[in-house]
């Protein structure tokens, strides 16, 4: 009798052209079934439909045809339930940071054969802060000094409703400050190709040694410091090509002006120094040099959400060559394969994800272009806009990497447990904690021979907020930003 019955209603379903099947799941993005038809994705017979028409809704600032370049179904097209260009739609509209939710129905078209395809936004704010960090330090000619750092940056992700994002960035602290000034559209003039451009000045100021030593009365320093101080004057524009829904094709072109001073060697004042030996200084052309090249790359994401995602991947593969063929003073190439895998498990939200970063550099780089320690361990601030507001070297392990500051080779391994504490639909999206942990190798072709490769672990721990005006982490690593290193003291 059952059988019948659901014969019956297969029967009905292909006479009125639309299925009214057993088993309804919902379109991916719909909450319930009652705001649409319900579609069974496991039945064997899955029929195919006609696309007749796209509706878009619920945006008030994003103009509709913004959010149909990012619909990979066309009316015309063939289709039935389980067209993973349904689910890629959703996801990459999500992950545009304009809406906080993304629902797509399908509804009887009007004739036989034919569905609409109902795509219902709920816009977030367009105007969301980037970044705000702020911390303490004693990189300063004189130890004393507990001199504030801080970074922040202000993004329109919608310029104008038109998809078109348009963003500031500043860092600063007392000796050295940073902005940048970018725009870019993955989607230009309604095609399948992106532009980016951005502009970037910086007043900068790098130690080089050991400044962080405290001369007193009591102690001697055990070596000098010098500082490298320079200039950064740019401009990067770019392309890039979207191929299907997550994969991300790019090339940029970046010219440079970097005015680099006479490093200032700084000895002991209080009494000389004996067999001190001068610090290694990172490497930068004397006076005015030019640092021009092209980097290609490529994008793939995955990811369900923007900013608290749960399942889904992403990749990034980028390949840098400056040479003076491209009237540049510097001739190096950086390589970077940076990946992230969020495996969803238990609670709807919860998920454990798992990346690694690795990166190489031939050739003689300028300094603020390799690989930084602060950037993969969270004891110690990463540098904002190519800034450094630190000269302490983080050291959980007891190996040689103490000794590392800005090389051309790093392996970096993360592991990250993210679990929902918060789902709201106002001006607080939602809270999610986390626990981070991570090794990292950092080293350089030239010292392999000499202290091996050297490995040391990171981690932190804390509550991620996304909201209307943008993302906050509350972490041990933020809180660490705010205690000024302590002095480092030697006796003789």
Known sequence: MKLKILLLIFILSVLTGFPVLYAAETIPGQSDGSQGETLDKSHPFMPEYRLEKIIISGNKKTISSVISKYIY????????????????????????????????????GSQKGYVNLHVIVKERNTIVL?????????????????????????????????????????????DQFAYRLYMSDSHFLGTKFGLHAEGIFAQSQEYFGEHYLHPSKDVTLSGAYEIARYRRAGLKIGTGYNLKSDYYFWIDWRFENILAEEPTLVENTYETLQNSAKPEVGYLEPDSSLLSGLTLGINRDTTNHPVLPYKGSLTKISAELSNPVFGSSYDFAKFIVNHKTYFPFGKKGQSIS??????????????????????????????????????????????????MWYEDLVLSLNVEYSFPLYRGSATIYGINGFIHFGAYSLTSTSKIDDGGIPIDITGDFGIKIDTAVGVFTISFANILQLIPPVRKETTQ
Not at 149 to 174: H, N, Q
Not at 374 to 396: A, C
Request: charged share 20%; no cysteine; glycine share 12%.
């Open 130 to 174: 980037r970044d705000l960090s702020v911390g303490l330090t004693r990189i300063s000619p004189h130890w004393d000094d507990v001199i504030p750092f801080g970074s922040l940056a202000i993004e329109e992700r919608s310029f104008l409703g038109s998809g078109f994002a348009v963003g500031a960035e500043i860092a600063a602290s007392k």
């Open 73 to 108: 179904l066309n009316p015309g097209d063939l289709f039935n339930i389980n067209d993973e260009r349904i689910d890629e739609s959703r996801f990459r509209l999500m992950a545009l940071g304009l809406f906080s939710s993304v629902e797509v129905q399908l509804k009887k």
């Open 354 to 403: 798992v990346g690694g970063i690795g990166g190489i550099i031939t050739g003689e780089a300028p300094f603020f272009e390799q690989f930084f320690v602060g950037d993969f361990s969270s004891l110690s601030p990463d540098r904002k806009l190519g800034l450094n507001f630190t000269n302490l070297h983080p050291k959980v392990l007891n190996t040689s990497i103490g000794d």
